[in-house]
Every structure is written in C-alpha cells, then in structure tokens.
C-alpha cells in the first residue's frame, strides 16, 4: 500500500513537472512573440503541439501564425484546438479574431459568445475575456474599444492580477485618444507584473504622441535596462531618433535590434526600409538584392527598390520597380512619397516632363510634407536654365505651400520669369520676396525688382524702376562691401541717367549719374555718351543713342 501511495505522489509529481515545463514553455513561446523572434516562438508552440496536441497549444500555435499574417494556417490551429478540447473557448477566441480582421463584425461576435459560453474554468474563462478584448484591438479598421474595455473588466472580475487585461484597458484608451488613462492602466500592468516590458514600450509610444521624445527615450530605455535583449525598444529608439533626425543613433539602435532580433527575410526587409529613410541607399539595395526572390510581387518591396535606384542614379532600373509597385499596391496605400518618385524617375529617364509634374504635384497633394519635391525639381530645372519648367513648377508648389513659402522661393520664380520674359510675373514674385524679408536682407530683391522694372521701361520714360533704384542705393549705402554692387548700381545710375534726358529733360541731373558711373568704372562707354549730351539734345525725339545703350545694358 505505501508503495503504491509513493507511486501515485510520484506520478502526481511528474504531472505537476510536466504542468510547469509546459506552462514555461508557452511563456517562453510568447516572450519570443514580444521579442518580435517570430521564428523563434514558431519553433516553441510547434514544438508545443507536437510533443503535448491540447486546445491551448493548438492556440497559441494559430496565435502565431496570425502575428506572421499565415491567416489559413491560424485558422487550421485553432479549428485543431477546438476539436482537442471541446471545453476550453480560446480557440473560439482565435476564430473570432481572424473573423474581425476580415470585417465579419458579426459571426466574429457569434464566435466569443461561444467561446465565453463553453469555459467554465475560471481562471481559463478570464483568458478568454482577456483575448477577446485584446482581439478587438488587433486588426486595423475592425477595432471596436468599447468592446475591448468591456472584455477586459470582465477579465478581472475573474482574475484581478491579470496585468495584460490592464494592457488591453490602456490601448483602448490610446484608441481614444485617452492618454492618462492609457498610461494609468498600464503603470497598474507594470505594478503587477513587472517583467511585462511591453508596458515600457506603451509608455514610451504614448509620450511620442504627445511630443514628448525625450520621456519617450527613458521608458524605452527603462525597458532595456530591466533586459538588455530587449529588441522592440531599440527598434523604437531606432524611430525616435530617426524622428530627431539625429540619423546615426537611429542607425546604431536599428542594428542592435537586427542583431537580437530572428536573422529573417522579414526583419533583413524591415532594415533596407530603415537604411533608405536613413539615406544609406546602396546598402539598402545590396540587402534587397538578396531578397528579391521572396518579395518581387510585394508592393513595399517595388517601392523601396524605386525609391532606392532613383537615389543611385540608376533611374531606368528605378522606374520598372515603381511602376510594378503602382499596379500591386491598393489605390488606398499610395502615398505621396510614391507619386514624386515616379515623377522624378520620370523626369530623370526623360519621359512625358508634364505628366511627370502632374504626378510630383499629386505626391504634394496627397502629403504636404512632400512639397519638398516639387522645390527639388524646380531648382533641377532651374540649374539646367529649362526656366520655363522650372517657373511652372515653382508656381504650383507656392499654391500647395501657402504660407510655407519662403523668401527664395519667390526669388527662384522671379528669376525664372525674368529668363522667360514674363515681367509681370517677375515683378510679383520679387515684390513678395522683399515683403518676406528683414529690411536688412532685402537688398537682393529691390535689385532683381529694378532690374525687372527697367527691363519693363524700355525707353526710359515711364520711370518704373526710379524708386526701386533709389532704395537700392540706400541698402548699398548700409553695405560694409560695396563693392560687389558695382555691377547694379552702375546700372541703376544709368536707368536714372536716360529717365533724366527723356522724361525729365534734366541734364545736370543726367550728368551726375553720368559721373557717378565714372566713378564706379572710368572706362564705362555708358557714362560718356550720356555726359555727350547738351540741352540741344534734350528735344523730342533726339535722346536715341542713350536709349539704345541702356537697352544693350539691361538685356
């Protein structure tokens, strides 16, 4: 009999062995899933379900599948799990789930009732609560809060130490745009289970979203400092410098985080995006390179490629990629960002140069960040003196930046349409510059609105440009280098030289910038035809050869 008893305790002790190894090792499985080692955690529940075929194995599998989006095989997990343990809802749970993120709002409710309905375990049936609520979080457009926080109450009603349900309860709040009640929630998470490093990292996300990065860097890091092996702080530190553009940190957390993270397809994917937002593009392609064979029909990876082979300068190559990108992506994931592209690389492989600017302006449309584009393209146009091109671009980007648009983007148009003739639409552009600017940097715009109006009054007797000058040569005045004016000045004085002989009939006042001309420039042939001049001159119709000098000088 005693032998019997020793027996039956040992075999007792056994199982109780076997609980625990089985319990760790689900733990084990979902800390790999919080790691974001998804290969990792794979390996552990199929493991799981080979060694030990159970309802909660059977989720936890499915459970992972859905976190790698292999949606069949979920759903084969949990319909195994269902049949194994007709008693336990979580594989119910996880039908619900995949339901709500195909939108089947309904049938995915049908399914947690059932699931809540067959647990009467206690502590099971508060998982359940727990992971339906969490479920209604999950799939992006099908989150429903209201529900989520609902299920999680209920949770801990069941279970008042179950710190993910007071995960579920802040992102709700997050959801909601609830920020301290999200952080409430999950400060009581971290309080009950202080190795739920995720909280650190909600934390942390929170504070991004209010702007607070530097408090968003301490609860990544708080994160690091309880687990130095934590991977999805560094990839959020990676992001948040990146967001300060203090690029090499963001580069150093990023590769950190590859190096801890699983050596996947997926996570050597996820770093070619990082390089290229980091401007490291030929070493982003040598990765992509090596992944074409799993992602060639992937839209992001066609995206990335263009993106990448534009900024190498290896425009033709670039264009095939974004072009496959615009035929796999849905209508609704475009971004701006992929509008320039395909109008640079359009522009850069000299294709349709208006519909390439049609397509940099709708990038500019769809994300005012990317206005930056259309200026690029502009001052390309520009320097290849295309000012015509330039100048209709410059326009529809000062349209779509309103008052985003600075003093030399008025100066750049000015200038294009002065190359191009267009006066009028010189003398505007120039006019909104000198408003933008301090009175002590306006000097360039007065210049280029001068010479505008001059060009304006060709012969001289309109006096367009007369109080421009005289304001240009009050700046010139306050200059500590006058010198570099010279140019413009003598210029000036010569506008003023011709309006004086046609228009006022003032000789000496002509003579006098005659000799203030001379002065600037003893040789100038400009000053001495004026200074040639006599009253008798001064007739209608006689003040000629000036007119045609001052011409040849403002062309």
């Known amino acids: ?297 992937s839209a992001l990876y066609n995206r990335l490629m263009g993106y990448a082979y534009y900024e190498t300068n290896q425009c033709p190559k670039g264009l095939e990629f974004i072009n496959k990108y615009f035929t796999l992506a849905k209508p609704e994931a475009v971004l701006g960002t992929d509008y320039e592209y395909l109008g640079k690389l359009q522009i850069c492989t000299g294709a349709d140069t208006t519909k390439a600017i049609e397509n940099i302006v709708k990038g500019a449309e769809l994300d005012s960040n990317r206005l930056e584009g259309l200026r690029d393209v502009a001052q390309k146009f520009f320097d290849s003196k295309s000012y015509s091109k330039s100048a209709q671009v410059l326009q529809k980007y000062i349209r779509l930046a309103g008052k985003k648009a600075n003093a030399n983007d008025y100066y750049l148009l000015g200038l294009a349409d002065y190359f191009t003739a267009d006066l009028d639409g010189a003398d505007s552009s120039f006019t909104s510059m000198i408003e933008q600017l301090d009175s002590t940097k306006q000097i360039i715009g007065y210049q280029w609105r001068a010479k505008t109006r001059a060009k304006q009054d060709s012969e001289g007797t309109l006096g367009t440009a007369e109080s421009d000058y005289a304001k240009l040569f009050e700046l010139v005045e306050k200059q500590a280098d006058k010198t570099k004016y010279n140019r413009e000045v003598a210029n000036g004085y010569f506008y003023m030289a011709i309006l004086n002989l046609k228009k006022y009939k003032d000789l000496a006042k002509a003579h006098e910038y005659a000799n203030k001309m001379l002065a600037l420039d003893p040789a100038d042939k400009r000053a001495k035809n004026v200074l040639s001049f006599t009253e008798k001159d001064l007739q209608p119709g006689k003040v000629t050869q000036a007119t045609s000098a001052r011409t040849q000088a403002n062309k």
């Open 1 to 297: 009999m005693r032998k019997l008893v020793l027996l039956f305790v040992g075999m007792f002790f056994l199982m109780l062995v076997g609980e625990k190894v089985t319990a760790q090792t689900i733990e084990e499985g979902i800390n790999n899933l919080e790691l974001e080692k998804y290969a990792s955690a794979g390996k552990v529940f199929k493991t799981l379900v080979k060694d030990k075929p159970g309802g909660e194995n059977y989720f936890y599998l499915g459970y992972y599948y859905m976190q790698v989006d292999e949606l069949d095989s979920a759903k084969m997990q949990f319909e195994k799990g269902i049949a194994a343990d007709e008693k336990n809802g979580i594989n119910h749970v996880g039908i619900g789930s995949l339901l709500l993120k195909q939108g089947k709002k309904a049938e995915a409710k049908a399914a947690f009732e059932k699931a809540k309905s067959i647990t009467k375990n206690k502590a099971k049936k508060a998982d359940v609560f727990y992971r339906i609520g969490e479920a209604y979080l999950m799939h992006e457009g099908n989150t429903d809060p209201v529900e989520a926080v609902t299920h999680a109450q209920e949770a801990l009603k069941l279970n008042d130490k179950l710190a993910d349900a007071y995960v579920v309860l802040g992102d709700a709040a997050l959801l909601k745009l609830d920020g301290t009640t999200a952080a409430n929630n999950y400060d009581k998470a971290l309080a009950l289970n202080p190795k739920l490093l995720k909280t650190h990292i909600k934390l942390g996300d929170l504070f991004v979203r209010s702007k607070n990065l530097n408090a968003a860097r301490d609860k990544y890091n708080e994160a690091i400092t309880a687990d130095a092996n934590y991977a999805p702080a560094y990839r959020k530190l990676a992001d948040l410098y990146y967001l300060a553009r203090q690029y090499p940190k963001a580069l150093e957390n990023m590769e950190k985080y590859i190096s801890l993270a699983d050596q996947s397809p997926a996570n050597q994917f996820r770093y070619a995006g990082f390089l290229i937002l980091v401007g490291k593009y030929k070493e982003s392609l040598n990765i992509l390179g090596t992944l074409q064979g799993q992602y060639n029909n």
